[in-house]
């Protein structure tokens, strides 16, 4: 019997997997979840007993959490990466973990197969077929939701065929937990116009009180909450306990997936958001003007390039490389204010800050150069296009 890895969340469409591989294929199903920072312990062993219910030969629990952070959301930071200026790729970034997690597993026990549950118009299947045609290739894939063609109704109506109950209303809505935030999919994101109900978010509003909070960066990473030193995942999920009761973080992203239709995913991330807005604000006063500017083309890019599954291309560590290189002085503590539905940054503090009243003050008062120095400097910054002028008779 050949065995196969299932990558399995427990939800609708890796339950329904479960079944179709071992009973319609006759497979050895040995599942797999990856845990990304978003899930307790409880909801992990809840995760095992499903599977095993489901039939699994074995299930195991591979914990990326750590790793998801130190090479992957530690560059989304650095490089202050929201997709189209609103989504901070927090599933997008979680499966190429995912992924890579899943193909070292198979190598560890060596399967002739490897099975997902993504469907055929998202981008969740090229991002798991790229990287394990990469790293294990000439392993089978079977993808049964995308070459079935299957509805969520169609699954829940195979399941309860086979003496598996799943009630269409907790099929209702898709949710994927992360360290870097969690994705609500449903019959609303499926439109243009709606927006997601009160009750299709994970963490209801329940702070409204006005909260001051700090963030500590070293080089760039977030290793303090309100002055105690945690390190970065603890910051993250401390931040987001505190803060996603505040609504914040709450968006829709509209985007173009890799194979090139428009897609909308609800999102509630308020740690990553915070992050990145604060991360920002610290750079934005200790980096120069050109550091800034080559970073945000790069981290375009870098970010792009990590949301169509591509972080195996070797580019990735190049430019991951110069990333690194630009927060050396990227070190002090943010102050944040917490509101319903919104946050303020009210300021930053750095030995590094370049707004540093020893060289002047803005709109004020100069101390470095004299009013003749910007006369002569003014004039030749400007000489070329005041020659086009007068050469084009525009003067």
């Known amino acids: 019997m050949k065995k196969v890895v299932l990558a399995f969340s427990g939800g609708l469409d890796t339950s329904f997997c479960c079944i179709y591989l071992s009973r319609d294929l006759g497979l050895e199903v040995h599942s797999v979840i990856v845990n990304t920072g978003g899930f307790s312990d409880e909801e992990l062993q809840a995760v095992e007993k499903r599977a095993y219910e489901l039939g699994v ?10 790793d998801y952070y130190r090479d992957t959301i530690k560059y989304l930071i650095f490089g202050n990466v929201l997709k189209n200026a609103t989504y901070p790729l927090s599933v997008s970034a979680e499966r190429v973990c995912q992924a890579t997690a899943i193909a070292n597993y198979c190598k560890k026990i060596g399967a002739e197969c490897v099975a997902h549950g ?9 991002r798991f077929d790229m990287i394990f045609q990469t790293l294990i290739p000439g392993i089978e894939i079977i993808t049964p939701i995308r070459d079935l063609k299957l509805s969520r109704e169609a699954e829940i109506e195979y399941l309860n065929n086979h003496g598996v109950e799943y009630s269409a209303e907790k099929a209702k809505y898709s949710i994927n937990k992360g360290l870097w935030g969690t994705s609500v999919g449903g019959a609303e994101t499926l439109t243009s116009n709606q927006y997601l109900p009160e009750s299709a978010w994970p963490t209801p509003v329940t702070s409204s009180e006005p909260r ?4 500590d960066f070293e080089k760039g990473e977030p290793v303090a909450l309100n002055g105690e030193k945690i390190g970065a995942v603890k910051v993250i999920q401390e931040l ?14 509209v985007g173009d997936t890799i194979i090139g239709i428009k897609g909308r995913v609800g999102f ?10 604060a991360h920002h604000t610290l750079e934005k006063h ?7 500017s080559w970073k945000d083309q790069l981290a375009a890019f870098y970010g792009n390039y990590m949301h169509e599954g591509q972080m195996h291309d070797p580019v990735m560590r190049d430019m991951e490389a110069f990333l690194k290189s630009s927060q050396e002085t990227v070190t002090g503590r ?17 030995e590094h ?16 150069y004299t009013g003749d120095d910007v006369k002569g400097f003014s004039k030749i910054f400007g000489n070329q296009t005041i020659i086009w002028h007068k050469v084009n008779g525009k003067g």
């Open 118 to 126: 993504s469907t055929g118009a998202g981008n969740d299947q090229v």
């Open 268 to 277: 509630e991330a308020a740690a990553s958001v915070i992050l990145i807005k």
């Open 334 to 350: 943010v102050f944040v204010e917490l509101h319903p539905y919104r946050f303020v940054i009210i300021g930053i503090e750095s």
């Open 240 to 253: 987001q306990a505190i803060a996603q009761p505040y609504g914040i973080g709450r968006d829709i992203h």
């Open 212 to 215: 001051q909070i700090t963030i």
């Open 57 to 66: 030969k074995s299930h195991t629990t591979i914990d990326e959490t750590e």
């Open 353 to 368: 800050d370049l707004m540093s009243n020893k060289f002047g003050s803005y709109g004020e008062m100069n101390e470095g």
């Open 286 to 292: 200790t980096l120069t003007k050109w550091q800034l």
